[in-house]
Structures are given as structure tokens and as C-alpha cells.
């Protein structure tokens, strides 16, 4: 079956350190690839995507690049401010089918 | 993107009771989705939303327990029926873009059952 397996948090970092949060996929065929985000007391917002192999997904400094032979699309950013604490979700979607498998989400507190 | 909202934004039930939230989008769409983010845990989809047909269900949900309706175009609802404390969850109602490359979601129901 499809999977997504993200590191566990939460993940602590001071403003303007570099961040990078792990997820690796499972997937039969070739996915689209996402990273979600949900603020404190807010709903799920799409971040970045990626839909194929090699392709970087980036949006607000953030960046995740698609590799398909490492199966994984880490999230990184290279210097993270107080207000990206918040919920990070990667997240996959079978090419054809709109229908997503979420990890397990990592929290990310950024502290001044 | 397609803008949606939801109504409840939140609410406390009493076990036994059933709520129906109500998701509502500013464009048409063929296709929603219904999803459950239990506390702490990850979003898990209920099931998929047809216009004209019934619901399709992911396994371990059921008509039942979480009827769905899907009238038109631009609006669904997600019924919780017989609720337990083991409901409490966010519930978000999301929709695919129009170049059906990504997907969407609702500001999400926040269901605190008692």
C-alpha cells in the first residue's frame, strides 16, 4: 500500500537556524508528492508540490525536491522565523486519483 | 484557489447526539473529500463525495455513521451520527483545483463530543 513516514518532532530550532524535516514515501506508481502546513488553530494549507522526479517544489523559502531514488521529499528552509512554528504534513497523491495519504505531521516550534 | 468554508467552526456535543457540517465552495467541483484529523494524530480520509451518486467510503467508515450528502456543485455535507467521545476530531472538507493538481482544504469543524 501507499505510505508516508515523516520524522517525529517536535522539532525545536532558534530564528534563522536551517531546518530540515524528513519524509520518505511508499507508493505503487509515481505519486505527486506535497507539503502541507496548519498554523495554530487553522486549517491545512497546501505549501509546495512537486509531480515528478527531480522536480523542486518552493513557496515562502521553503523547498523540497522530488527523488525518486531515495524515495523521499524532505522539506527544508535556510533560515526559519518564529512564525513557521506550526504542523508541517507531507503528503502523497497516486497520479489520476485526487485522494491523499498524509504522514503523521511534524511540529516545528522556532523560538527568538 | 477554490475558497471554502465550513459551518460549525467548532462545536460540543453530548454523546448519542448527531451533527451535520456543512461545506460550502465558491466554485464548482467535481470532486470533495471528507477528512478526519483526530487529536494529535494525522488526516485520515472518510470518503469521497459524488455528485449524483452515493459516497464513496474508505475502509473502516460507513454510511451509517457518517452520511454524505452531495447536491450540487459547490456543496456537501458530512453528517456524524450517534456520536462518542472517540468523534472528537477536526473535520475537513477539501476539494481538488480545477487542473486537478493539488488539493484544498477547508478551514476544517472542530467536534468536541462529551
Known amino acids: 500500500g501507499n505510505s508516508v513516514t515523516q520524522m517525529e518532532g517536535p522539532v525545536t530550532l532558534s530564528e534563522e537556524a536551517f531546518l530540515t524535516i524528513n519524509c520518505t514515501y511508499t507508493?505503487?506508481?509515481?505519486?505527486?508528492l506535497f507539503w502541507y502546513v496548519q498554523y495554530p488553530g487553522e486549517g491545512l494549507q497546501l505549501l509546495l508540490k512537486?509531480?515528478?522526479?527531480?522536480d523542486k517544489g518552493s513557496n515562502k523559502g521553503f523547498e523540497a525536491t522530488y527523488r525518486k531514488e531515495t524515495t523521499s521529499f524532505h522539506l527544508e528552509k535556510g533560515s526559519v522565523q518564529v512564525s513557521d512554528s506550526a504542523v508541517y504534513f507531507c503528503?502523497?497523491?497516486?497520479?489520476?486519483?485526487?485522494?491523499?495519504?498524509f504522514g503523521k505531521g511534524t511540529m516545528l516550534l522556532v523560538s527568538p | 484557489s477554490a475558497v471554502i468554508s465550513q459551518k460549525p467552526s467548532r462545536d460540543i456535543c453530548q454523546r448519542g447526539t448527531s451533527l451535520t457540517i456543512q461545506c460550502q465552495v465558491d466554485?464548482?467541483?467535481?470532486?470533495m473529500f471528507w477528512y478526519r484529523q483526530q487529536p494529535g494524530q494525522s488526516l485520515t480520509l472518510i470518503a469521497t463525495?459524488?455528485?449524483?451518486?452515493?459516497?464513496?467510503?474508505e475502509s473502516g467508515f460507513v454510511i451509517d455513521k457518517f452520511p454524505i450528502s452531495r447536491p450540487n456543485l459547490t456543496f456537501s455535507t458530512l453528517t456524524v451520527s450517534n456520536m462518542s467521545p472517540e468523534d472528537s476530531s477536526i473535520y475537513l472538507c477539501?476539494?481538488?483545483?480545477?487542473?486537478?493538481?493539488?488539493?484544498?482544504f477547508g478551514p476544517g469543524t472542530r467536534l468536541l463530543v462529551l
Open positions: 477539501s476539494v481538488e483545483d480545477g487542473l486537478r493538481s493539488s488539493t484544498h
Open positions: 466554485s464548482q467541483v467535481t470532486m
Open positions: 512537486a509531480t515528478k522526479a527531480d
Open positions: 507508493a505503487t506508481g509515481y505519486p505527486s
Open positions: 503528503a502523497l497523491a497516486l497520479s489520476g486519483y485526487s485522494t491523499l495519504t
Open positions: 463525495a459524488n455528485q449524483g451518486s452515493e459516497a464513496t467510503y
